[in-house]
């Protein structure tokens, strides 16, 4: 299985990016798709998360600045961000939880300047 994520780049504060992440793996297989993010010298961290079913879930961090959808026929995630914070700077990586087992992928960085 891989997760191909692309979007990530350099932004200044107050300004917009979309993630996306591309998954070989059925979708019907897939459970829940989700974001994390690891700072420097920080712990990776849950950004947000969506379901099979469509429910979401955000960190209270991004709340009402970054929104997670996905496109079931294309097996892609994708993470509007907007409203970008310096805070926000770091490696971002799409996760899948899947009937077969869970996947990351190699990561994306997003940075903003402020």
């Known amino acids: 299985v891989q997760l191909v994520e692309s979007g990530g780049g350099l932004v200044q504060a107050g300004g917009s990016l979309r993630l996306s992440c591309a998954a070989s793996i059925s979708v019907f297989s897939i459970n829940a798709m989700a974001w994390y993010r690891q700072a420097p010298e920080k712990q990776r961290e849950l950004v947000a998360t969506?379901?099979?079913?469509?429910?979401?879930n955000y960190a209270d961090a991004v709340k009402g600045r970054f929104t997670i959808s996905r496109d079931n026929a294309k097996n892609t995630v994708y993470l509007q961000m907007n409203s970008l914070k310096p805070e926000d700077t770091a490696v971002y990586y799409c996760k899948v939880d899947s009937v077969v087992g869970n996947y990351w992928g190699k990561g994306t960085l997003v940075t903003v300047s402020s």
């Open positions: 969506i379901t099979s079913g469509g429910s979401t």
